[in-house]
């Protein structure tokens, strides 16, 4: 066997290994995503083929914000969906601190509790749990119901990945009559977007080989993609937003300023001490700037006599 051929092997042999790791359940699940069959007309709007992806979205006033998340969350998990988040929280509006005792203060907090909910629930039971969250809310600020059609982003996958299949089985087929007939392998080099077909060496099959795996992975994604699709089909997604009138919480707390104040005697020589300081400072002041004070002086003084000989002429 030619040395290029070891180099085209190595990602056929390793898929071939992944591939093989694969329970019958994963291997059914991307027999599914690569189908291009449906057991509809899917020409019909309305046929039960299309791959439809429901969504809500809700916001809404409730009486208590601790009780509708617990409602909703034991009401997704009994009907066989999944909390994917789950976060409560005090959005704080006003704070007040107001004199109580003398030794003593009251605090006031106004706040609202508030709730984030992403839900998983099955796709036939998304408008039962939204007419609950409707049953148990007293003000819904907005609800919003989508449901896009996915149908035709899945066919077009699974058509490239049965367009892709079909494609290396003709060239492993045609690979394998020149190996028979003793002519060297065609190899494809990648050049940019496209593959130009030569006559193989070893940089030959270098490059084919990262062709052929830039195209695997273009297969998985495709494949990854549609099961992505069918389980948004089969789970609808749920965003839910809670909120609840403004709750106010009054503390009394020790006033720390009157708690931490010295007697009146301790504070009573304080400030005479304070006032010596004071009273230092400004003399020391004053000594600092009597080059300005002799100078006022002899000005106030030459302006008197200018005065006076005004005066008397």
């Not at 591939?19 to 599914?32: D, F, G, I, P, Y």
């Not at 291009?36 to 916001?59: G, Y």
């Not at 609202?112 to 007293?138: F, G, H, M, W, Y």
Request: proline share 4%; glycine share 4%; charged share 20%.
């Amino acid at each position: 066997m030619r040395p290029s051929l070891y180099y085209l092997l190595i990602p056929v042999l390793g898929f071939c290994a992944c591939s093989s790791h694969l329970s019958k359940e994963e291997q059914a699940m991307v027999a599914t995503a690569d189908s291009t069959s449906f057991s509809n007309d899917i020409t019909s709007i309305n046929s039960p083929s299309r791959k439809r992806v429901k969504s809500a979205d809700t916001r809404c006033r409730v009486p208590s914000v601790f009780k509708a998340t617990a409602q909703l969350e034991h009401l997704v998990t009994s009907l066989g969906g999944v909390v994917v988040e789950s976060s409560l929280s005090n959005e704080s509006v006003q704070q007040y601190q107001l004199p109580y005792s003398s030794d003593s203060i009251k605090r006031m907090l106004i706040y609202t509790p508030t709730a984030n909910l992403t839900l998983k629930v099955p796709a036939e039971r998304l408008d039962s749990v939204d007419q609950s969250l409707t049953a148990i809310a007293s003000y819904i600020e907005h609800r919003t119901i989508k449901a896009e059609d996915m149908t035709f982003k899945y066919l077009a996958n699974a058509l490239k990945n049965e367009q892709h299949e079909k494609k290396a089985a003709k060239e492993d087929a045609a690979a394998t009559r020149r190996e028979k007939q003793g002519k060297p392998p065609v190899e494809k080099v990648v050049t940019g977007d496209n593959a130009i077909v030569v006559a193989g060496d070893n940089a030959a099959a270098l490059n084919a080989a990262t062709y052929k795996d830039q195209k695997d992975e273009a297969v998985i994604d495709r494949q990854m993609s549609n099961l992505a699709i069918l389980d948004d089909v089969n789970y609808s997604t749920l965003t839910v937003q809670l909120y609840q009138p403004e709750v106010t919480d009054v503390q009394i707390v020790l006033n720390p300023a009157a708690v931490s104040r010295a007697g009146f005697g301790t504070e009573l020589l304080t400030a005479l001490k304070d006032g010596t300081v004071v009273l230092r400072n400004i003399f020391l002041f004053f000594v600092q700037i009597w080059p300005f004070l002799i100078a006022a002086v002899l000005a106030w003084m030459g302006y008197r006599k200018l005065q006076l000989r005004r005066t008397q002429e």
